[in-house]
């Protein structure tokens, strides 16, 4: 009887994984429940292998970990963070996973809420647009391969070098020859 705050990714072969919240953020507590099982799923691609995480997840620093130690090339995000600030993060994690960010954010409108809604005057009180998106695809090295798309609904496209995750962890691999597993380890326990 548990809801969660859940993605799905589709595998080549027609098969997929599901990643579920590790860890409803704020209000999402009232209605998801922390993930129970399939903590890191990672997907095995031609381009290597894609992880993701929901939203805040991404603020956690060993969460982040357990994908890169994974080899994700790909680290997928669907989010509703339309602020600066997460700019900031998603290049960050791009260059400390050596990976690239697709970066999937929402598009949400003041007419977007149900007109039915009990609250509707709160709603009319809400700026046009309530989630201003921000899509984009990041490189391993945190340039923009595509710039954030903001206020408008979009699909966006990059090619993207998929020698550059490998590359990029010659002058850099915070979980290869960066790391000090003498002093500092990380245990994740995936059931």
């Known amino acids: 009887g548990t809801l969660y705050n859940s993605n799905v990714i589709f595998e080549p072969n027609g098969s997929y994984k599901v990643h ?16 129970n099982k399939d ?16 939203c805040w997840e991404s603020y956690m620093p060993l969460a982040r970990v357990a994908l890169y130690q994974k080899g994700i090339t790909i680290y ?11 700019q900031a993060t998603i290049q960050h ?12 954010d929402m598009i949400i409108r003041r007419s977007s809420y149900p007109s039915d809604l009990c609250e509707r005057n709160i709603v009319s ?23 954030p798309v903001w206020d408008e609904e979009t699909i966006i496209y ?3 070098d998929m020698s550059l995750p490998a590359a990029c962890k ?15 380890e990380l245990k994740v326990n995936e059931k």
Not at 20 to 35: F, I, N, Y
């Open 20 to 35: 579920r919240k590790l860890k409803p953020t704020g209000s999402e507590r009232v209605v998801w429940g922390d993930a």
């Open 158 to 160: 990059a090619e993207l």
């Open 76 to 86: 997928i995000s669907p989010n509703t963070n339309d602020n600066p600030e997460w």
């Open 170 to 184: 010659m002058e850099h691999d915070a979980i290869g020859h960066y790391a000090r597993p003498d002093i500092l």
């Open 39 to 54: 903590y890191f799923p990672v997907t095995e691609t031609p381009w290597g292998p894609i992880g993701s995480m929901i």
């Open 125 to 147: 009180e809400l700026p046009e647009f309530v989630c201003r998106g921000g899509s984009c695809i990041i490189d391993p090295y945190g340039h923009y391969l595509t710039k």
């Open 93 to 104: 994690i791009a260059i400390e996973g050596k990976c690239f960010f697709v970066n999937a």
